[in-house]
């Protein structure tokens, strides 16, 4: 399975644009990146996905390097409902399908 | 409201004792996925079905086992249970184990409290 590595935490100025990275170098051609946020303790919810080009959608843009590496999740304009944990996802190609959570990227923010 | 209903939202009670979790997915949704999150941990994947059959297995206890019911809804089965069972317990739903969109749609968890 391909694994992620976040940053275990960022802040952003409210109104700034956030940017979150997430590295995945031993990703598969036909793998996808999926980020995700979980508010406190609620359900994790779906924020975005990509393949190959960037994407971006009424929540947020997605970012893939070239060769696939990593990525960027960015909140153009972060409201403090934006604090949330962040998770970047590779989604395994197999037939098992598991979808494998790391520790994700804590942000905050600040007023 | 992601469409995915999980029961009990909070539950107490005994070590050694065993309790069952109810997931009902979204509508039209073959794919359920179990997740434990422990206190300030991250999620970590127990089992998923597709369709009532067993797809996919990770850190799941042989204390635990889970099942998917011809109505699709599923169940987790924890028993033995220790004070380190104390968690949130999420369910979640996509449609079908090979859907390109890939989208998972989480309910609102299980809070397991083990005294």
């Known amino acids: 399975d391909a694994k992620t590595t976040q940053p275990p935490s960022m802040d952003c100025a409210e109104g700034r644009a956030a940017n979150l990275p997430c590295n995945h170098s031993t990703i598969s051609g036909n793998e996808y990146v999926y980020w995700y946020r979980q508010i406190h303790s609620q359900g994790p919810q779906y924020i975005i996905h990509?393949?190959?080009n960037n994407e971006t959608n009424e929540m947020a843009s997605l970012i893939i390097t070239e060769d696939r590496k990593s990525s960027t999740l960015i909140l153009p304009h972060a409201t403090l409902r934006d604090t949330a944990v962040y998770y970047c996802i590779v989604r395994v190609a197999s037939g098992t399908y598991k979808y494998i959570f790391g520790t994700g990227t804590r942000l905050k923010v600040l007023a | 409201d992601s469409g995915v209903t999980q029961t009990p939202k909070h539950l107490i009670t005994a070590t050694g004792q065993r309790v069952t979790l109810r997931c009902s997915p979204r509508s039209g949704d073959l794919s359920v996925y179990w997740y434990q999150q422990s206190l300030d941990q991250g999620l970590q994947f127990l089992i998923q079905?597709?369709?009532?059959?067993?797809?996919a297995k990770g850190n799941i206890l042989e204390r635990f086992s889970a099942q998917q019911f011809p109505d699709l809804h599923s169940e987790l089965n924890l028993s033995s249970l220790e004070l380190g069972d104390s968690a949130l317990y999420f369910c979640?739903?996509?449609?079908?184990?090979?859907?390109?969109?890939?989208?998972?749609?989480f309910g609102e968890g299980s809070r397991l409290t083990v005294l």
């Open positions: 990509g393949l190959k």
């Open positions: 079905y597709y369709n009532g059959e067993e797809r």
């Open positions: 979640a739903s996509s449609v079908g184990a090979r859907s390109n969109t890939g989208e998972l749609f």
